[in-house]
């Protein structure tokens, strides 16, 4: 008589198998969820730390122009702009002129004479203006290749350079510092001659409200040409970022606004130390109290008096935050 031992072989109930299979799905998609999370917070603190370098390479920029503006150039000109805080359409930043310290190539020479170069005609103020000079350099060393075509010589101290897609921007003033000055974008240089938009056309665009221009007033002596660097921002457009551009080249992208502010310290014509009601142009006046929101109006105010200069920039990130 034989006998059989029989084992019993387990496994899995389809039931068992379907419940595993979802847990399963479910530890997937948390931890795909999660990385994904990971993944987009490394993506936002690098575009983060991005816009935040390149906002404080611009800023040093902006900060050594302005330290730097206002050497061997009359009073007047050393500094201008255009407060586009609430324009009758159009673009809402601002534009800013500082002198161009690279136009002055030998200070030891400098005389009184040299501070500016005379306009003897063209001078209006609105739209675009062609500017007859009385010289085209303050110091009479050349600083650009203003040609057109570009011939490897430098010319006039007026930055244009077709080719490369430069252009400088120029401050017009008036022997007499309290008639203010204006900001401009040069659009072309042939000989004595200087061509400037005070609508700042940029490719075919003006990014000052025609009618907005503010010219300064020169009766009784010939006003002063000086040569600038000049910010303003580019609008966005289908498929390009809004763009900083300084003397018409692309300086950054992803820079949304410029906003200027200056604290002229002229109450009386004797300067006090203290910031007055209306004296601090397009910002907060720093005391207490006391708001200076008033628009800056460049060809009504007297570089003599000025104190300080403010600028904010807005900065995004290249890529939008998911």
Sequence with gaps: MSSRNHSARAGFTLIEMMISAFILALITVYMTSALLQQSRGYEVVDDVAEAQQAERAIGDLLERDVLATGMLVAAGAVIAGVDNATPAGGFATDVLCVTDPGAVQNPTVESNA???IEVTLGYTGSG????TLADTTLDGAPSYDNSNPANGSLDSDFYFSPGSGQAGGLIITHPDPARGAQCGLITDVAGNQVRVSWQINFNGQDL??????????T???????????IYFIRPAAAGRAPQLIRDGLLLADDVEDLQVAYFHDDVGV?????????EWSGGDCPAPG??????????????C???AVRFNLVVRTADQDT
């Design 290 to 303: 006391v708001q200076g929101f008033n628009a800056y109006d460049s060809s009504a105010k007297d570089n």
């Design 219 to 229: 009766l009784g002596a010939r006003p002063l040409a000086v040569p600038a660097h």
């Design 270 to 278: 004797i300067p006090n130390g203290t910031c007055d009601a209306n």
């Design 128 to 131: 675009t203006d062609t500017l």
């Design 305 to 307: 008096f000025l104190r």
């Design 208 to 217: 000052v409200p025609a009618g907005s221009e503010t010219p300064i007033n």
């Design 114 to 116: 040299d501070l500016g």
